[in-house]
């Protein structure tokens, strides 16, 4: 029996080996969504390539979002983006809903690591992703407060 921590470590340990970027906390995004109709939507650092919307307070296995941007090219989606406007650097593969005030959602932010080579980033390792539940028309929220 081994511990799972190993386990990861020694596969981490293995994507390295083989020309994977290592873990950078640095590039994990920070997000907050704004409190007015409809939220504004910011991360940080360096910008994103996926930008997703769910109903809910989670994001289930094989659920779909309500709305999606994914940057054309790597990570081109810049922050901010306000819920809904498609930026010019970016693709909709759906048109934004309207968000229910008093209703919870949940923003996803997808980016690539920015040391990773160009054949690198199909490893999941090489990419950083950060969930924020958030309540439409409340409180700003941000991935950074401390929940009681």
């Not at 080996?17 to 940080?44: K, R």
């Not at 160009?118 to 950060?130: M, P």
């Amino acid at each position: 029996m081994y511990k799972r921590g190993g386990a990861w470590l020694g596969i981490a340990g293995l994507l390295v080996a083989c020309g994977g970027v290592p873990y950078d906390p640095q590039q994990v995004p920070q997000l907050q969504v704004t409190a007015q109709l409809p939220p504004l939507l910011q991360w940080s650092p360096g910008d994103a390539q996926v930008l997703q919307i769910y109903a809910g307070d989670q994001v289930r296995a094989r659920e779909l979002p309500l709305w999606q941007l994914n940057a054309q090219f790597g990570n081109g989606l810049r922050s901010p983006v306000r819920y809904g406007e498609v930026p010019a650097a970016a693709q909709a593969l759906m048109s934004a809903p309207t968000l229910v005030a008093g209703e919870a959602y949940t923003l996803v932010i997808r980016r690539q690591d920015s040391q990773a080579q160009a054949e690198d980033v199909q490893q999941v390792l090489d990419r950083y992703e950060t969930r924020l539940p958030f309540i439409a028309g409340e409180a700003t929220r941000s991935s950074t407060e401390v929940l009681p």
